[in-house]
């Protein structure tokens, strides 16, 4: 008897010393994902999937690694995470890779295989997420975007209160796909002594459809608008159409030249110059450019657009340009620096005005 009392006490000894050295599995650590890399098995979670790498949480840490396909030898998910490819949706688990290329998906009882570029959207099923962030993602599994604010502010002998916010949203499902681009800056300088000094209100928004028909050709459909107060600019529309081809150098390296027609109406601020419309050319081009392994930063990535129009009744005469350059340091998954570098010129009727102009702006944003 005093044996197997021994015997019990010895065994919830070990058993009270494996619970709090974890020891024990909770349901969060018995559900894991698992990618080999190298020969290597890393157990964690598939956080995401980009064009060229995966990223992964490694289970205990709280850093997110970015996994080349190519390095990955075998993947295999217990998590359950909602696809969206092609029109299609679908909730399943990751059983393997093919040729650097191809997941392979079990969808219940039938296994998928879907092209990783193919996909619009990744993200973990709510039956394993039930968080109102992840319910969100599964509503709108086909939207993507980022908010970016900057601002300034300072005091003393002049008071300058500087604020920038940039958005860009993306809605794309099979061969439809909508952006909604946004800038607005407003800047304003105080001296000592006397009143308000408006240096920037101006707003720049460009609404796109697409219709990828083909993989590397689009048509497009373009309304912008804009104001720009200090350069005598009430208000401007330009809506345009036309056709585009893709030029895909790598997953992560592209550039979309489009040409098309387009009407410029424009309505200045003040009555001494006349409104401006006249029928133009849509000259665009797009692109993007991504940088991996950056010692210390990880990541560059630099996008960004070029719309020119040209008037063709009056050639040289009448004409608005619109380009920006990005570069982005995405620090974590969700939040990135920005540098933006923006020209919007046109031919302004008001000489002390003049045609160009240049702005750079620092910018912190989250992406969704």
């Known amino acids: 008897m005093c044996i197997n009392m021994k015997k019990i006490f010895t065994f919830l000894l070990l058993f009270t010393i494996l619970l709090h050295s974890g020891g024990s599995i909770s349901k969060e650590e018995e559900i894991k994902?698992?990618?080999?890399?190298?020969?290597?098995?890393?157990?964690?979670?598939?956080?995401?999937?980009?064009?060229?790498?995966l990223s992964f949480k490694l289970l205990y840490s709280e850093g997110i690694n970015h996994i080349a396909y190519k390095d990955i030898e075998s993947?295999?998910?217990?998590?359950?995470y909602h696809i969206s490819f092609k029109r299609m949706d679908i909730e399943g688990r990751i059983v393997g890779i093919e040729n650097n290329t191809y997941l392979k998906v079990m969808e219940g009882e039938n296994e998928r295989t879907i092209k990783i570029t193919d996909i619009d959207n990744f993200v973990m099923a709510v039956s394993d997420d039930a968080s109102f962030e992840n319910r969100i993602r599964n509503k709108f599994p086909f939207?993507?975007?980022?908010?970016?604010?900057?601002?300034?502010?300072?005091?003393?002998?002049?008071?300058?209160?500087?604020?920038?916010?940039?958005?860009?949203?993306?809605?794309?499902?099979?061969?439809?796909?909508?952006?909604?681009?946004v800038d607005y800056q407003y800047d304003t300088t105080k001296v000592e002594?006397?009143?308000?000094?408006?240096?920037?209100?101006?707003?720049?928004?460009?609404?796109?459809?697409?219709?990828?028909f083909k993989n590397d050709q689009f048509y497009y459909t373009i309304f912008a608008a804009d104001y720009d107060r200090p350069r005598h600019i009430l208000n401007r529309w330009i809506p345009s159409i036309g056709y585009g081809?893709?030029?895909?150098?790598?997953?992560?390296?592209?550039?979309?030249?489009?040409?098309?027609?387009?009407?410029?109406?424009?309505?200045?601020?003040?009555?001494?110059?006349?409104?401006?419309?006249?029928?133009?050319?849509?000259l665009n081009l797009a692109g993007k450019y991504r940088l991996n392994d950056i010692p210390y930063i990880n990541s560059l990535i630099i996008d960004g657009f070029?719309?020119?129009?040209?008037?063709?009744?009056?050639?040289?005469?009448?004409?608005?340009?619109?380009?920006?350059?990005?570069?982005?340091?995405?620090?974590?998954d969700f939040f990135s620096v920005k540098l933006s570098v923006n020209q919007r010129n046109d031919s302004n009727p008001d000489p002390s005005v003049g045609n160009n102009k240049t702005t750079t702006n620092l910018l912190f944003g989250l992406d969704f």
């Open 306 to 332: 070029l719309m020119y129009y040209p008037s063709l009744e009056d050639l040289g005469v009448d004409w608005v340009l619109r380009s920006n350059v990005t570069f982005t340091i995405p620090l974590f």
């Open 33 to 53: 994902d698992t990618i080999v890399v190298h020969g290597m098995v890393f157990h964690g979670r598939v956080m995401n999937l980009g064009p060229e790498k």
């Open 75 to 80: 993947i295999s998910t217990k998590y359950n």
């Open 143 to 181: 939207s993507k975007g980022n908010i970016n604010v900057g601002f300034e502010i300072e005091s003393g002998g002049n008071q300058k209160n500087e604020l920038d916010i940039l958005l860009n949203l993306k809605y794309k499902k099979a061969e439809h796909e909508f952006k909604l681009y």
């Open 245 to 282: 081809h893709r030029l895909q150098f790598s997953k992560n390296t592209w550039l979309e030249p489009s040409v098309g027609l387009a009407y410029v109406a424009t309505t200045y601020t003040e009555e001494i110059y006349p409104d401006k419309d006249f029928a133009a050319a849509a």
């Open 193 to 212: 002594g006397t009143g308000d000094v408006l240096n920037k209100d101006e707003l720049v928004g460009i609404l796109m459809y697409k219709n990828n």
